[in-house]
């Protein structure tokens, strides 16, 4: 039975339909919370009839047993005699003669304000992971305010009171509890719902405030967070540096012959070609060719280009999609061809070279990635610009293939992080790429493709 919302009555699962009377007969005794009500006091409260007849205390006394007798033969859909087991009858002596009482006797699992009052209680000594499981069973029950049909009766006051004031509980102890463990994406709109159902509380606008403080201290500048249904992955925007993304791996594009001299003529000291040699390899560059050399040496050079007609930077170039992945510390920067340096030392690229190369990229952080975060720049938008794509295509690009990628392996990375640079946001349209991404979610999760024999 439930009465945290308008009453309704389960018997074996099925619903049972009550006259509006006799489901307010019911809710008064389920406020009674136990204690036996004599039937001049549920006619008095449930039909609340002022005018006095001849014989009336004979003629309530019958409409209250008439009640009585349709709930009973309610419950009995449970089993012969079920009905007497849940309303017991009574007599109270009195100055006037014996009166008969009634009393509700329904346990914790038939009640649904009894089962909440419980969960909350067992979750007030729990430790937080039970405790947050506890409580957002306990707030799963709550349809609505407790015993609607007759919250505004002074008989009702108590229970509603004491419901509601648990409820409040329930929800602080729901925020502190998803804090404790770090949740607090899931703590937020526990915290919005209190702040926004008791607006004079100062106690609930302070743990918003806190709670928006300690998100904005561990997000900074993201922008876009979501969640793809079905798997642990998340997708996010932020702006920022790609090279204080501390804990992630990171994703930085080459052009085919892998050079790493920032000298401004082969590689601008501005580009993340030119910072990845500056910020993690101390400006020693040749370190870093010593890494990619190794790596290279499982890749079979596309050609092999002749000093007189390339005089600068190296000459041997690969495939486009070529992928290295360069150990630096306990993670990975995975250093990816998606460009032609040109022997005119310009980076020429386009949108099927930069697909390619994000189509090959994504098995290798599976492969190499340690199941860490992976950071990416907007790939295709700096000096080896992809002049058909605009910025939010390039966006779009890099998520869609991420996406397509776990279809093959769900377990790629736990988060692809897409770092944009200050100056791309105005002219990048972030509502696209939530939109994308409500579509891979529409379409279900992604699944691992059957492999032919």
Known sequence: ??????????????PVRLTPLTARLLVR???????????????????????????????????????????????????????ARIIHTGQLPSARGAQSTYRLDLSGQE??????????????????????????????????????????????????????????????????????????????PVAEQSARERPDDPEAAAVLARLNARLRERYGGELLRHTLRGLRVDVVVVRGDLFEQEDANLVVGFSDTFDTFADDVVI?????????????????????????RRGLGEFTPLSTESFRMKRRGRRARFPIGTVVAVPVGGRRVFAVAYSRLGNDLRARSGPADLRLSLERL??????????????????????????????????????????????????????????????????TDLSAVEAYLRGVDERGPAAPQATPH
């Open 1 to 14: 039975m439930s009465v945290l919302g308008p009453v309704r009555l389960d018997v074996n699962g099925t």
């Open 29 to 83: 005794l389920v406020a009674a919370e136990g204690e036996a009500v004599t039937a001049r006091r549920l006619y008095q409260d449930v039909w609340q009839q002022t005018v006095e007849l001849p014989r009336q205390e004979l003629r309530n006394r019958n409409e209250v047993q008439k009640r009585i007798l349709e709930l009973r033969r309610a419950f009995d859909l449970a089993g012969p005699g079920y009905g």
């Open 111 to 188: 009640l649904d304000s009894a089962e909440f009052t419980r969960l909350v209680g067992d979750a007030l000594h729990a430790a937080p992971a039970s405790a947050v499981r506890l409580l957002t069973d306990a707030l799963r029950l709550w349809r609505g305010g407790p015993l609607t049909e007759v919250a505004d009766e002074e008989f009702a006051s108590a229970p509603v009171r004491r419901l509601t004031r648990l409820r409040e509980t329930a929800l602080r102890e729901l925020v502190e509890g998803h804090t404790a463990l770090g949740r607090y994406d899931l703590a937020l």
């Open 268 to 292: 601008s000291r501005e580009s993340v070609q030119g910072q990845l040699v500056d910020r993690l390899f101390e400006g020693r560059h040749r370190l870093l060719d010593d890494k990619l």
């Open 362 to 427: 994504w098995p290798s952080v599976a492969l190499h990635g340690l199941f860490k975060p992976v950071a990416i720049p907007l790939i295709g938008a700096g000096l080896a610009r992809i002049v058909e794509l605009d910025r939010t295509q390039l966006l779009l690009l890099i998520v869609e293939t991420f996406t397509q990628s776990l279809r093959q392996d769900p377990a790629v990375s736990p988060e692809l992080r897409i770092v944009l640079r200050a100056g791309d946001l105005g002219r």
